[in-house]
């Protein structure tokens, strides 16, 4: 079945250390995007690409990096630099032609102890 | 950036009541979604409104954009147990799919 997975599930860092969470998506989409949600919140857009090789900034990329070498995977790191990176992050992808839903993936929980 | 305002902010109801959540733009919307998410998951896609006057059904749940395309509405009437969750609306700028998203409603319903 296509999809989009998220892993891990839940992730646990020390304050200071760079993590990594990992997105693919099988669903030969060419746009994947990264939301953060924090309790009672609704998702901000952190980095989004609409094509391989190529990724732009969302409202709230500081601290994060991404890269977009294939077109399935889209990885997010969380830096050093995210001053509060405890969150709920989600990643998403759509076909990226004309407006249609994103599909989205089921979530990782960081939490930096 | 597209900005999108959802009211209200959280809601109870008593099961069998009918409620509505509101979705407002600061701009006009080339598609409006409505999502909802149940703690700690990811969001399962209820419902697309492309056209101005738009409305759309699914079982107990009905969307409408009006004709400006700038405001959404979220309908259920009979609400149940299983209608719990938190509700967002999302919306594409421009058609280039860059997703923006309301704060969402918590909705609890009562037995």
């Known amino acids: 079945d296509g999809g989009i997975t998220q892993s891990p599930k839940y992730l646990f860092r020390k304050e200071g250390q760079n993590v990594t969470l990992s997105c693919e998506q099988n669903l030969n989409h060419d746009a994947m995007y990264w939301y953060r949600q924090d309790p009672g919140q609704g998702l901000r857009l952190i980095y989004y690409s609409q094509i391989v090789n190529d990724f732009q900034k969302g409202d709230i990329a500081e601290g994060y990096s991404v890269s977009r070498e294939k077109k399935e995977s889209f990885p997010l790191t969380v830096t050093s630099a995210q001053k509060n990176p405890t969150a709920f992050y989600l990643c998403?992808?759509?076909?990226?032609?004309?407006?249609?839903?994103?599909?989205f993936g089921q979530g990782t929980r960081l939490t930096v102890v | 950036s597209q900005e999108l305002e959802q009211s209200p902010q959280s809601l109870i109801v008593q099961e069998g009541k009918n409620l509505t959540i509101n979705c407002t733009s600061s701009?006009?919307?080339?598609?409006l979604y409505w999502y909802k998410q149940k703690y700690g998951e990811g969001l399962i896609f209820l419902m697309m409104l492309q056209k101005g006057g738009e409305e759309k059904s699914h079982e107990k749940i009905t969307a409408k954009l009006d004709e400006k395309k700038q405001q959404s509405s979220l309908h259920i009437t009979a609400s149940q147990p299983s209608h719990a969750g938190i509700y967002l609306c999302g919306a594409d700028e421009d058609n280039f799919n860059k997703f923006y998203f309301g704060s969402g409603t918590k909705l609890n319903v009562k037995p």
């Open positions: 701009k006009t919307l080339y598609g």
């Open positions: 998403a992808s759509t076909p990226g032609q004309g407006s249609t839903e994103a599909f």
